[in-house]
Structures are given as C-alpha cells and as structure tokens.
C-alpha cells in the first residue's frame, strides 16, 4: 500500500495545480472583458506542443515558454476578432478552433512523441524552505509553481484595486457605457483577450515542460481546458475562488494517484477520470449552496447558518449590487488594507 505523506502530497498539488492556475486566470481575464474563449482545451494542447518542440529543437526553454504564450495569444486574439468585429458567435469559433487546435497539435508533433527533452528544474527558496510544512509545500517549487502564485495575486489586485481593472470589468459588463465615458471597448476587448491568451499559452507550456514533461498523446492535459472553464464561471469570475477550484482539482488528481496504489484492483483509468465529475458535483453543490431557498432553509438550522454565514454570506451595496462578504473575500479585502 502507498505511505500518504501529507507534505509531499500538497506539494504535489501545489505543483499540478499550475497549469491549470494559469489556464483559469487568463479565461478569467478574457471573460472579464466579455469575450467567451471556448478554445482553451484545444489550445493548451497545442501551446504544450509548441512549447517542446520549440525547446527541444533551441535547447532553450525560455524561447519554448515564448513560443507557447505567442500561440495562446494568437487563438485568443481569432475568437475575439470574429466576436467583436466580424460579430460571430464566440461559442461557435471557439468550440470550432478548441477541435482544430488540437488535431492540429497531434499531427504536427506526431514526430515528436515520447521524446526525452528539457524540462524545468526547482528552485528553491533559501531560507523560505526550511519552514516546517509550508516550506517544503510553498517554497520547495520551480518558478513556474511561484510565477502562477504570484499571478492570482496580481489579477485579484488588478481587477479590483487599480483603474485600469475598473476599466476591464466595464467593458465586460457594459461596453456602451464604457464608450460614453470615452473609452474604446473594442480595444480593450482585443487587448485582454490576447492577455489571457497569453496566460493559457503559458499553462500549456508548463504541461509538457514541466507537470508532465514530454509530448505524446494522449499528452495528460486532455480535459483541463473545459474545466478552466467551469472553474471561471463557478467562481464568479474571481481569480481567488477560481484559483481555488484549481487546486481543488489538483487535489482530485493527486489522490486518485495514492488510490491506485491502494486499490490495485479497480482499473487505473477509474482514477485518472474520477476527478473530473467530481470536481463538477463539488462545484454544483458549492453553487446550490448559494441559492436564497438554500439559504432560508439554513437559517433554521444553527450551525448550518454559521457555515454559510463564513463561506457564503452576501450583503447588498446602495445601487442594489449584491457583494460577496465571505471568509475569502474579507481575508483579501484585510490584506490589502493593511499595506
């Protein structure tokens, strides 16, 4: 039976999680300006394809990680020019170029499949890491693990604590009033669709140069995308409970490794799928959670109420916005307080 050591076991979380952390920031800053990129399933394979070969043929992973964001943008920036000004249906471009993108990545690195080649090497941080627990956890990882750390921060921080986040989210919400008030929404729709183009280019990359190193297929990224989008979407479009939802899975996919070894007689590909539905159900019941019948039946049951008060609880603002005042949201809103 395999040992569960706990250290070892949120470290690999907090490392598989990176991808798919990078993938859900960069459809969150997308969907944010409002466009819906379907493609991303597509696209982080063939980002993962483009960032190997690229490195394996340079022997530079830089130019790999490049190369792998350049792709990202490009497919971001297809949906969004057929949605804002040839105004197709963005669900249909990019359910259309999510197939495309990965055909495409299996048949031009067909040859390139099994390969050996570069990789990202850790990097530790002195001192940090010898923290108990949380080092080995937080501070034992490659940059890809603190890049995708520090991105959840910067987006969170940016979307809601900057002008030019108030600007993003305008545009999202209501282009014409963001043109009234002398902005351009076109621009700027294009522009933070190739930035989080950029974002899921880059998670590709640090599938196949890093979490899972090599290219083949099926490669090991199959599926993420479409669960970036779920993520996205149950969050509320808030990089931290988006973020969140990424390490949950990671966690799912993580354990379903230790279950193999201690369920030897349930087929691998049991556990390799598992996650995946339920990740869906965890996310369903978390959004159930917040529905007002839900939440008038909690308030007869005590500590029910006091959970959902913690997690969930909502207050409304003077023009009848509903805002989030749970536990996440008021830990960030301290933190950022008290700079």
């Known amino acids: 039976m395999t040992e569960l050591d ?3 076991l949120f470290a690999g979380v ?3 999680a990176a991808p798919i952390v990078l993938a859900t920031l960069g459809e969150t800053v997308t969907e944010k300006a409002g466009i819906i990129n379907l493609s991303l399933d597509g696209t982080i394979l063939l980002s993962a394809m483009a960032a190997f070969v690229v490195a394996l043929e340079t022997n530079n992973i ?7 964001a350049v792709v990202g943008g490009i497919v971001a920036a297809i949906v969004a020019f057929f949605s804002i000004y040839l105004n197709q249906s963005q669900v249909a471009v990019g359910f259309v170029l999510t197939l495309m993108t990965r055909d495409l990545a299996y048949f031009l690195g067909n040859s390139y499949s099994r390969l050996q080649g570069p990789q990202v090497v850790p990097l530790p941080v002195p001192l940090l890491k010898d923290i108990p627990f949380f080092g080995q956890i937080f501070f034992n990882q490659n940059l890809l693990v603190y890049f995708s750390l520090a ?42 669709s190739i930035c989080g183009g950029l974002l899921v280019g880059l998670a590709g990359a640090t599938f196949s140069l890093s979490v899972k190193p090599g290219w083949g297929r099926p490669q090991g990224a199959e599926g993420v995308g479409w669960i970036a989008l779920v993520l996205v979407i149950f969050g509320g479009w808030n990089p931290i409970k988006a973020a969140l939802g990424a390490y949950l899975f990671s966690f799912l996919q993580v354990i379903g490794i230790y279950c193999q070894g201690w369920l030897p007689s349930v087929p691998a590909q049991v556990f390799q799928v598992a996650p995946f539905p339920l990740m869906i159900f965890t996310l369903l019941v978390m959004s159930l959670a917040q529905k007002e019948s839900v939440v008038n039946w909690a308030e007869d049951h005590h500590q029910k109420k006091t959970i959902f008060a ?10 009848g916005q509903t805002l989030q005042t749970g536990l996440i949201d008021n830990f960030f809103n301290l933190l950022y307080k008290s700079q």
């Open 6 to 8: 706990v250290t070892i």
């Open 14 to 16: 907090v490392a598989g």
């Open 62 to 68: 830089l130019l790999g990680f490049a190369f792998a």
């Open 151 to 192: 991105m959840i921060v910067f987006c969170w921080w940016y979307m809601y604590r900057t002008p030019l986040g108030l600007q993003l989210r305008s545009v999202g919400e209501n282009p014409r009033a963001s043109y009234a008030r002398g902005i351009n929404p076109k621009k700027l729709q294009m522009m933070y």
């Open 310 to 319: 913690v997690f969930f609880r909502q207050r409304t603002n003077l023009l």
